[in-house]
């Protein structure tokens, strides 16, 4: 749940990039980052010995303002790799919404499901429900061989009506727009926590 503080007039929500492992969380928000001209933080990141994202890496960025309140978004990705599950529940604690980025090969739609499942389980866990949760799923490396048909991920992937993007993350191809979006989801529903 979104953090506002009266006294400084901000409000800070957590978006988090969820997925199975290489499936191009890390690579949306490097590309915010680096195409960002916006006042933001510092890109933390931390990897394992094979250079897979260990726990998040971390993007305060200033969207606007809702009734007066600067809003930040703090991106933040959790570890794909199933032996990290404790890393994700933990990052996913106080989420405001999720941007779930499947991987559009065919040879990866088991890691996929797998995700999605870990990812409702997990929320339930904390007390979300999942349908109540913004989220946005993105279909990712759109631009290479052997890639599921949209409408295969959709209905193995999709069961809530979720919005969908295409995207090509290391062009930065559909990024922002996926941003955008869930971005929307959220300050709506703070919008409606603050009237």
């Known amino acids: ?16 990039y969820y997925g199975p492992g290489l499936g191009g969380k890390t690579t949306n928000i490097q590309h915010v980052y680096m195409k960002t001209k916006a006042d933001k933080g510092e890109f933390v990141r931390l ?4 250079e897979r994202t260990l726990f998040f890496d971390f993007l305060p960025l200033e969207i606007g303002e809702v009734q007066g309140f600067k809003t930040r978004f703090h991106l ?12 994700r529940k933990l990052i996913l604690r106080g989420v405001d919404g ?6 559009s090969q065919v040879s990866r739609m088991e890691a996929n499901i797998e995700s999605m499942n870990g990812l409702k389980t997990n929320l339930e866990e904390q007390g ?19 890639i599921a048909p949209v ?16 995207a090509i993350a290391v062009e930065g191809q559909g990024v922002f727009e996926t941003l955008k979006l869930v971005t929307k989801k959220v300050l709506i529903n703070v919008k409606s926590g603050l009237e």
């Open 1 to 16: 749940m979104s953090f506002v503080n009266y006294h400084t007039k901000e409000i800070n929500c957590k978006i988090v």
């Open 47 to 50: 990897n394992t010995d094979n």
């Open 76 to 87: 933040y990705t959790v570890p794909g790799q199933v032996i990290y599950e404790a890393s």
């Open 98 to 103: 999720i941007v779930f980025v499947a991987d």
């Open 128 to 146: 979300y429900v999942f349908d109540k949760v913004p989220i946005v799923l993105q279909w990712n490396k759109r631009d290479l061989p052997n």
């Open 151 to 166: 409408k295969e991920l959709s209905g193995k992937l999709n069961h809530s009506s979720l919005p969908e993007i295409e």
